[in-house]
């Protein structure tokens, strides 16, 4: 069974630009949530989506977004990057949304 | 404001001895509980759950204690073993978070030969 798999895997930006990550999740899991990863900050909430519908978002201001298809595939995008947007973004997905996630090896973002 | 803590940014024990990990919460809605192990250049895989209604949950070398009163839970590893080296995070959701959830900053574990 395919795990969630995230692309790209690296990415180098530069302040101003946006970027779009993308994840596509175990098969039959319909829940997707983000998650940003910093340096002794932990996992952060981004966003979460069931059935192509957003269920709960984090504390981040507008520029950061996502979707989800109907093939539960989901995209997370941020634009007018700024130098500390610079993380590691971690997908999960889940059958129903509760419970254990199973995260990617995420996408880990640079800004310069 | 940071509702899950892990104090201890670090542990290091000798292998075939115990690992605790610490983690304390301060959202009293929160009634399930997880615990992740994170290798490098990896996402964090779970491990180990236990919901508010236990105290205890084991899982083979892996057992969560929960104290309710004292909003604090504990992952104890026995034996440690040299591959059990990870950052562990614990984490926590409440009926109405869905797949939000609420992470502390991680505890690297280091278990020497």
């Known amino acids: 069974k395919a795990g969630v798999t995230q692309t790209p895997r690296y990415l180098i930006k530069t302040r101003g630009q946006q970027v779009t990550l993308s994840c596509s999740p175990i098969?039959?899991?319909?829940?997707v949530s983000w998650y940003q990863q910093t340096p002794g900050q932990g996992l952060q909430f981004l966003f979460e989506y069931f059935s192509e519908t957003q269920r709960n978002k984090g504390n981040f201001p507008g520029r950061f977004s996502g979707r989800q298809f109907s093939n539960s595939r989901s995209e997370m995008n941020v634009s007018t990057l700024e130098l500390g947007d610079s993380a590691l973004y971690l997908c999960a997905s889940s059958r129903l949304p509760t419970g254990e996630l199973f995260f990617g090896e995420g996408s880990r973002l640079t800004v310069l | 404001d940071q509702q899950v803590k892990q104090n201890s940014p670090s542990l290091s024990v000798q292998e075939g001895r115990i690992s605790i990990l610490n983690c304390d919460y301060t959202n009293s809605m929160f009634d399930y509980f997880l615990w992740y192990k994170k290798y490098p250049a990896e996402g964090p895989t779970f491990l180990i759950s236990i919901s508010s209604i236990k105290d205890k949950n084991e899982d083979g070398r892996f057992t969560v204690f929960l104290n309710k009163s004292a909003k604090h839970l504990s992952l104890h590893i026995v034996p440690s073993q040299p591959g059990d080296s990870a950052v562990y995070f614990c984490?926590?959701?409440?009926?109405?978070?869905?797949?939000?959830?609420?992470f502390g900053e991680g505890t690297q574990l280091t278990v020497n030969p």
């Open positions: 984490a926590a959701s409440d009926e109405t978070s869905g797949s939000r959830l609420t």
């Open positions: 098969s039959g899991h319909r829940s």
